[in-house]
């Protein structure tokens, strides 16, 4: 990017105030977004949790179906985030998609109450969806944005850590309902869609982050990506094909003979694991380097599918197994957009969160479609050795590329 077009290294005035205040040790942009994922995740993973219930006991659908739903409402979300992302560097406005984001996603919710079909749960998923990739890549970069380098580690893992926290409280109460009531899921969406509502108050007290730069040519010129960036999107792209849905992992649990009551409930597990590792992955990471971080947390995803592959009849396995899923979800989700942040310049954060989050769609979208079908017609243990083999392919990938680059960039 040349001179003239560069950003510059601090916010406008208008945004001076809410960077130096600072809460808890985190600045008030970073912690009160943390509030926001904390309560729109309580309200959206309570949905998901039951959703292999919901599919099984009300929609009569199986783990194709579910699979199918999933990677194409990931695929939507992320494929929207490229452009969320882009137009927000562009206009310099990145409040206005976070809060367009949040409101979509909380007013589907609802409407699953008129649910009866598969196609039904489908379209307010994908609506639900939309609604995420409209936010993320904007409420990413305010988060990048309003953090020092040398803290991005620390506030993406509180970032991340606020979210679980909500996705552990959300499960519970789910299970909570579903034992009292166990064809309870209308009164499961309406306390959602309750929760949701607060989830968008709160972005009341969010301020954007506007940037000051010049142009020597007039319009937006964004900055071009480095060949390390592009070189981590294909490795990204790569480890999120083998990435299978928890949602249909979820479905081990018929194996050892537990009610459909109890997914949420492993849910809980593995989000519990995902909250007590994330913070700590975002510190060691700056600390220790991002690469070793994201390298480690997907060995903890292949330990995951050999453990459920061993499953027969064993809850305590069961409980193993999603323990080590929360772990490799907190080692890994923070530490890749806060890796991203240091490959990237400020002025194209939201475009580059753009790209790594469609590209993780398309792959996630692979891993649910493909990877439900093989659950589902051949055999869970196939489908297991399915991710786990794009995911090796995707880590020697990585290494190898950062090894390539190695010379001609700064250590990350």
């Known amino acids: ?11 406008q ?14 600045e008030k942009n970073v912690f009160v977004l943390g509030l926001t994922s904390l ?19 009300v929609l009569k659908a199986g783990a194709a179906s579910l699979g199918l739903v999933e990677g194409l409402a990931d695929a939507a979300s992320n494929f929207i985030k490229i ?17 367009l984001g949040y409101s979509l996603s909380t007013l589907t919710r609802p409407f699953y109450i008129l649910v009866g079909t598969v196609a039904g749960a ?28 040398d803290e991005t580690g620390k506030s993406f893992g509180y970032q991340r850590a ?39 108050g709160s972005l009341f007290w969010i301020k954007d982050i506007t940037l000051a730069f010049k142009t020597s040519e007039s319009g937006f010129k964004p900055a071009r990506f480095s060949r390390r960036f592009k070189s981590y999107l294909f490795s990204a792209f790569t480890l999120s094909m083998g990435s299978l849905p928890l949602a249909v992992m979820l479905l ?34 700056d600390k220790f380097g991002h ?9 903890f995803l292949i330990m995951t599918y050999i453990v459920l592959a061993a499953v027969s009849t064993s809850p305590a396995v069961l409980v193993l197994a999603f323990v080590l899923y929360g772990i490799f979800q907190g080692a890994t989700d923070g530490i890749h957009r806060s890796y991203a942040a240091k490959l990237t310049e400020s002025l194209s954060r939201g475009r580059a969160y753009g790209f790594l989050n469609g590209l993780n769609g398309f792959g996630f979208l692979i891993a649910g479609v493909a990877g439900g079908l093989i659950w589902e017609k051949i055999s869970p243990n196939v489908a297991l050795l399915f991710g786990g083999i794009l995911i090796v392919i995707g880590l020697i990938s990585f290494v190898l590329t950062q090894i390539v680059f190695k010379q001609r960039f700064s250590r990350v």
């Open 252 to 285: 081990k649990t018929r194996d050892a003979g537990l009610a459909l009551a109890t997914i949420p409930l492993f849910y809980s597990i593995s989000n519990i694991a995902f909250a007590g590792t994330s913070i700590l992955a975002g510190r060691i990471a």
């Open 83 to 99: 452009y969320s992302g882009r137009l927000s560097d562009k206009i310099q406005k990145r409040k206005i998609f976070v809060v």
């Open 162 to 200: 606020m979210d679980t926290i909500g996705a552990i409280l959300g499960p519970l109460v789910a299970f909570f309902i579903l034992s009292r009531f166990p064809e309870g899921f209308n009164l499961v969406f309406l306390v959602a869609f309750f929760l949701g509502l607060l989830a968008v």
């Open 122 to 149: 489908l379209g307010l998923r994908l609506a639900d969806r939309v609604g995420k990739g409209l936010r993320d890549a904007p409420r990413d970069a305010i988060v990048s944005l309003s953090t020092s380098k």
């Open 1 to 11: 990017m040349k001179k003239s077009e560069q950003a510059a290294s601090v916010p």
């Open 291 to 299: 690469r070793k971080m994201i390298i480690i947390g997907y060995f």
């Open 13 to 26: 005035s208008g945004t001076e105030a809410s960077q130096r205040k600072k809460i808890l040790g985190l």
């Open 39 to 57: 309560l729109n995740d309580f309200s959206s993973e309570m949905i998901l949790s039951i959703f292999p219930a919901f599919f099984a006991s």
